[in-house]
């Protein structure tokens, strides 16, 4: 029997990326915008772009400490490319006014609709949030169309924040980590075709020679902010001396990503980083009952923390769980119907709504999750 095309296109990506046929699609026919990918060269950068199928390059020789990138298509934004920031560190002292969120999945129109109702950004998607702080918990890879304009928001408000202030955490979550090391089980078929067309690998778009890639790989997977610990999957019981050494396990994670699957699930140093089951960035154990509510209370006051904040796991609404122990903040925004925000003001907790209304934490219920 003949293969169809598709699935013969499957077929040589599986071949190419080490997955079986059935885990990857086959690239879009069509891509109308995608970009800018931005790579460091020997005299500056050079960004480039998929527009209606075109390859646009644009050599960007340096200047001073900023290179300037200007819309071409795809992110509609002009963007100031600045020095690679060093990794920060892990525990950072309690701030008044924390919005959070996570698991956009190339949601990108949904996210500006949602920051844009609770004024986060203003009209023109810049930073309107003064000295207030921004935590995303990880997942912009995979799923929805809009992946490489998520990234470069979230890069440039964490610019527009610092100048204002305030602050911009983005934590890496298990997407980030799965497309760096090429699972491409969930990856848009429109990335396969701009990659193909620009000439890499869609890892290869994200890697240390690009800008983004970069700032992936200093960006931690466990942020302690106050008394509040920020993760994508969580921490479970096994795991707390991860916790107490906070920046040698994000050194951890940063160094992994990019390495090939295999290499950080059986090296003794990272595999349990990457355990599917109970890593920091796979941890559901919260919701399936896994832990009970005097075992999550037990492992915060082992930790001194009031709280955890997650995503990875979805849910229709921003939940607590374990009287407020366990915050979910992966409101299923992946689907790109409506999405919520976390808010932690003065300790006190209430979630933001697509219309710009603010109301209580909805009340988890366990084994209900997704």
Known sequence: MTLRPVLASALLLAAAFGTSAREVAAPAEHVDADGPYVFLTGDGHQAQWVCDDHVVRRDLPARGSTTVVLPECGYPHALDIGPLLSPAPARLPAVPRIVALSDIHGQYGLLVQLLRAHHVIDDQDRWSLGTATLVVAGDVFDRGPQVTEAFWLLYSLQQQAADAGGAVHFVLGNHETMVLYRDLRYVNPK????????????????????????????????????????????????????????????????????????????????????????????????????????????????????????????????????????????????????????????GVLSRGLLDGSRVPLAEGVIGTSD
Do not use: C
């Open 191 to 346: 990335y396969l075709k701009s990659a193909r067309l620009l000439g890499r690998t869609y890892p290869g778009l994200y890697a240390a020679d690009s800008v983004i890639g970069q700032w992936l790989r200093t960006r931690p997977a466990l942020l302690q902010i106050g008394d509040t610990l920020f993760l994508h999957g969580g921490i479970a019981a096994e795991n707390v001396d991860l916790v107490q050494a906070l920046d040698a396990t994000n050194a951890l994670y940063q160094a992994s990503l990019g390495l090939p699957r295999e290499q950080v699930k059986a090296a003794p140093d990272s595999a349990r980083l990457f355990d599917g089951k109970t890593s920091p960035i796979w941890f559901r154990g919260y919701f399936d009952g896994r832990m009970d509510t005097p075992q999550v209370d037990a492992l915060l006051q082992q930790l001194r923390l009031k709280r955890i904040v997650v995503g990875h796991t979805s849910m229709p609404h921003v939940s607590t769980f374990h009287g407020d122990r366990i915050i979910a903040i992966d409101s299923s925004i992946k689907n790109g119907e409506n999405g919520e925000l976390l808010f932690i003001e003065d």
